[in-house]
């Protein structure tokens, strides 16, 4: 089983990988708005930009981040890089789902009768929470395993949290038997949420 | 307590021009081929497209009014539409697709209209599985829902199979009475069926506007050679199975449609179904011989269109122009017109 250290470390990044993403998502719904308007100048680099950190080495995107951020402490440091290096995985399934929406539909709604609110209860949230969900499962299991663009960002005297990530590689690094068991827990994590916001997406699409 | 309109609006490529009225208690159809501009007319009295000069009035409420820069939000019209598809909400079920009109408000009103439209049994049933008539039915529920003050329909019986169309035709003649209807159709069968009063619309214009039988029956809409007769039911002849429809200047004999008598009866007359005699023909099968007069003889190809005065009503009939020569036929004569066949119309009558 894992060991106290462990478990302690798990639930910390489970902590940080979801304030993450709350943090991330009003950026996030913005720029998927922004991206499903076609015709909208700078489109093409608003998308570089978004997408960016999905290829970008995340240690780059650290040092990048730590240019106007500077070095943070260590809570700051994990909850910033969570966030950026999630963010294009919460952007795409919330900007496909905006592109599904059929304004037809939206017409229909409005012209019988629904302002602003009952349009979001009725319309908007109905047909986009199931994909705002799965994107928010893909980046929480990104963040959860970050660690490259952390270390780039924290604080050097400060030293990053004792999360997941850093335990897994400190144990590969003194060749730790147990860090396997983690490296597992871990893996089968990122599969999990996978699965679950690919079940999420295909309700998402049949609505 | 009507509609009232002059736009000029142009919406999705498609310019509108011209006026119209809409009283309450009838069908009013806008019929014109499709492109027409019937569809962008309906979104700018719905107020999802907006005109560029004109007023918009519906019992005294501005809807738009370009001088004084009023645009009333489409929400706010209190209109009720059949789409020219359904529009239903897919992640809802029928009964909360026909309660978005106006929610929980009024539940007496909602199983009201779900019985009349016979929408019981569908209440618990997602939209997808639905048949294309049951999801029209839905749509028009959740449109009447609203208690709308005006009610838009857009073509709402095309590509439904005839069955099915005469359903929702029935649905359709069964709201007269209550606040205005405009209805777009490109169709002369549906216009038939269903309006009382028609306004005709060619390359985004309002045209000729009248009473179902005055723009049918007058050259600005020639709809097929055929003659729209209002009348009603006078007489009934149990023995025969039959019925006598008076209008104004006659009556005509038809097989019982079950109507009871009193009730307006709206038939159609094809000019080819009209043969005329100079003299009361004798030992003939044709039971509705009319004596007439002749107004208009015009030759069309071999055949001729003649116009015939029956009283205050004009009846066309399709001879051949051989037998025009042959019965020297000439526009102040009397003859006497055979009518072979009668359709009747509608209003149908509701299930």
């Known amino acids: 089983m894992l060991t106290g250290a462990q478990m302690a470390a798990l639930a910390l990044s489970f902590k940080l990988a979801l304030l993450s993403v709350l943090c991330a998502l009003p950026p996030a719904l913005l720029v998927a708005w922004l991206l499903a308007r076609p015709g ?96 928010m499962l893909l980046a929480g299991a990104r963040a959860l395993g970050e660690l490259g663009a952390t270390l780039a960002l924290v604080d050097a005297l400060d030293g990053p949290l004792p999360t997941l990530p850093l335990l897994l590689w400190q144990g590969a690094q003194i060749g730790d038997g147990g860090t396997l068991r983690l490296a597992l827990v871990g893996v089968a994590l990122s599969l999990a949420a996978l699965a679950g916001a690919g079940l999420l997406a295909r309700r998402g699409a049949r609505a | 307590m009507s509609l009232a309109l002059d736009i000029t609006c142009v919406a999705g490529g498609q310019k509108v021009e011209g006026g119209l009225t809409a009283p309450p208690g009838q069908i009013t159809a806008i019929f014109g081929p499709a492109g027409s501009g019937k569809t962008a007319l309906l979104r700018a009295i719905a107020g999802l497209a907006r005109p560029s000069r004109g007023q918009i009035t519906l019992c005294g409420r501005t809807f738009h009014d370009s001088g004084r820069g009023i645009e009333l939000p489409a929400r706010k019209r209190g209109i009720g539409m059949m789409f020219d ?47 294309p008539l049951q999801a029209r039915l839905v ?10 003050e005006l009610l838009l329909l857009d073509d709402p019986l095309a590509g439904l199979p005839a069955a099915e169309a005469e359903v929702l035709a029935a649905h359709l003649c069964a709201l007269r009475g209550g606040p205005p209807i405009l209805l777009a159709t490109s169709s002369p069968a549906h216009l038939a069926q269903l309006a009382d009063g028609v306004a005709v619309m060619a390359a985004g214009r309002i045209g000729p506007a009248g009473t179902l039988a005055e723009i049918w029956n007058s050259p600005a809409l020639p709809c097929g050679p055929s003659t729209l007769i209002e009348g009603k039911i006078s007489r009934k002849d149990a023995s025969w199975g039959l019925v006598h429809v008076t209008f104004p200047g006659g009556a005509l004999k038809l097989a019982d449609p079950g109507l009871p008598i009193g009730a307006k009866a709206r038939l159609r007359v094809n000019a080819g179904d009209v043969a005329l005699a100079l003299a009361p023909p004798v030992d003939c099968s044709i039971q509705n011989i009319l004596p007439a007069r002749l107004v208009d003889i015009t030759p069309d190809g071999a055949s001729c269109l003649v116009l015939l005065a029956l009283g205050d009503t004009r009846l066309r009939a399709r001879i051949t122009r051989r037998a025009a020569e042959a019965l020297g036929l000439n526009p102040g004569m009397t003859c006497h017109a055979l009518v072979k066949a009668v359709a009747l119309e509608g209003p149908a009558p509701c299930p």
């Open chain 1, 40 to 135: 909208l100048p700078g489109r093409r680099l608003l998308e570089i930009l978004a997408y960016g950190p999905l290829v970008a080495p995340p240690v780059a995107v650290g040092l990048l981040l730590s240019l106007p951020a500077g070095p943070l402490p260590g809570p700051n440091a994990a909850l910033l890089a969570g966030a950026v290096i999630g963010f294009p995985l919460l952007v795409h399934p919330i900007r496909r789902a905006l592109n599904r929406l059929n304004p037809e539909l939206l017409e229909a709604a409005r012209l019988h009768g629904a302002g602003p609110f009952r349009l979001f209860l009725t319309f908007h949230l109905p047909l986009l929470g199931p994909s705002v969900l799965a994107g």
């Open chain 2, 85 to 131: 598809q359904p529009r239903l909400l897919p992640h809802f079920r029928v009964g909360a697709n026909l309660a978005y009109g106006e929610p929980a408000r009024d539940p007496a009103h909602f199983s009201r209209v779900a019985d009349q439209l016979g929408l019981n049994d569908l209440l618990f049933q997602p939209v997808a599985g639905l048949t």
């Open chain 2, 139 to 148: 749509a028009l529920g959740r449109a009447l829902n609203r208690k709308p």
